[in-house]
């Protein structure tokens, strides 16, 4: 076989596979690595695969910083040298994987921030119909957790409330739908407005009675939504 002989085959212990190949006609040659070679062959894949998750990593920290800048907030960019040695990738993983947690919480607070800072619900934002207050309205670049922010300020304003908030964000839409829990709704819940909504501005989503959310591509779509529900609930929720 032109290979390392051995008198038994557990002389081996652990092998690994690396190449097998046909040498003639229903004759196929296998060959393995084994001792300080497999080690060192599992060391380097396994740095391989460690290498490239520490890459993909920096990429979502590179995005976060973004968000932070585009959400005017000073950030100095992580700085990582990728290395070749096992452990010390094995290090930089574990720190850019906290790096990563700690930097979307603050993404995460400095919205909710904005959201609370940035958007002033008026008078003229409510509408009053048969003893029930409506807050339909379209803010910009507002994510998921912002729109739930300003739900959550709006929701304390008054009783016998719905809260229909649309927002764009880039080419994603946002939609978020709540109904004050101090008033029987009957057949009428947040996810059935939720689903006219998006029956019309795409995405799609779900949620309790009393609130539910959706996230979508058609950005566009977000006002258009919101006139057909404000049509809708005007008629008399």
Same mark, same amino acid.
């Given at each position: 076989?032109?290979?390392?002989? @051995?008198?038994?085959?557990? +002389? =081996?212990?652990?092998?690994?596979?690396?190449?097998?190949? *046909? #040498?003639?006609?229903? #004759?196929?040659?296998?060959?393995?690595? #084994?001792?300080?070679?497999?080690?060192?062959?599992?060391?380097?894949?396994?740095?391989?695969?460690?290498?490239?998750? @520490?890459?993909?990593? !920096?990429? +979502?920290?590179?995005? %976060?910083?973004?968000? %932070?800048?585009? %959400?005017?907030?000073?950030?100095?960019?992580?700085? @990582?040298?990728?290395?070749?040695? =096992? &452990?010390?990738?094995?290090?930089?993983?574990?720190?850019?994987?906290?790096?990563?947690?700690?930097?979307?919480?603050? @993404?995460?607070?400095?919205?909710?921030?904005?959201?609370?800072?940035?958007?002033?619900?008026?008078?003229?934002?409510?509408?009053?119909?048969?003893?029930? +207050?409506?807050?339909?309205?379209?803010?910009?670049?507002?994510?998921?957790?912002?729109?739930?922010? =300003?739900?959550?300020?709006?929701?304390?304003?008054?009783?016998?409330?719905?809260?229909?908030?649309?927002? *764009?964000?880039?080419? &994603?839409?946002?939609? !978020?739908?709540?109904?004050?829990?101090?008033?029987?709704?009957?057949? !009428?819940?947040?996810? %059935?407005?939720?689903?006219?909504?998006?029956?019309?501005?795409?995405?799609?989503?779900?949620?309790?009675?009393?609130?539910?959310?959706?996230?979508?591509?058609? *950005?566009?779509? *977000?006002?258009?939504? !919101?006139?057909?529900?404000?049509?809708?609930?005007?008629?008399?929720?």
């Amino acid at each position: 076989c032109a290979g390392t002989h @051995v008198k038994e085959t557990k +002389h =081996l212990e652990q092998f690994k596979i690396v190449q097998e190949s *046909a #040498v003639s006609a229903g #004759v196929r040659r296998i060959e393995a690595v #084994v001792g300080k070679v497999l080690i060192q062959a599992l060391e380097t894949h396994w740095a391989t695969v460690i290498q490239k998750r @520490v890459e993909t990593r !920096l990429q +979502h920290i590179r995005q %976060l910083e973004d968000q %932070l800048n585009s %959400l005017g907030l000073t950030h100095n960019p992580v700085t @990582v040298t990728i290395t070749s040695d =096992l &452990k010390s990738l094995e290090d930089q993983d574990s720190e850019l994987g906290q790096m990563i947690k700690n930097l979307e919480k603050k @993404v995460t607070q400095t919205r909710s921030q904005k959201a609370e800072q940035e958007i002033e619900i008026s008078e003229s934002d409510f509408v009053l119909l048969n003893e029930v +207050h409506l807050l339909i309205k379209k803010v910009d670049q507002f994510d998921g957790q912002m729109l739930r922010t =300003l739900s959550d300020k709006a929701i304390q304003t008054r009783p016998n409330l719905i809260v229909v908030l649309a927002s *764009a964000t880039a080419d &994603k839409g946002a939609a !978020l739908v709540r109904l004050s829990k101090d008033r029987n709704w009957g057949p !009428l819940n947040a996810p %059935l407005i939720l689903k006219m909504i998006t029956e019309i501005g795409g995405g799609s989503g779900g949620g309790r009675p009393d609130m539910a959310q959706a996230g979508g591509p058609n *950005a566009a779509g *977000a006002q258009a939504a !919101l006139d057909a529900i404000a049509q809708h609930l005007t008629q008399g929720p």
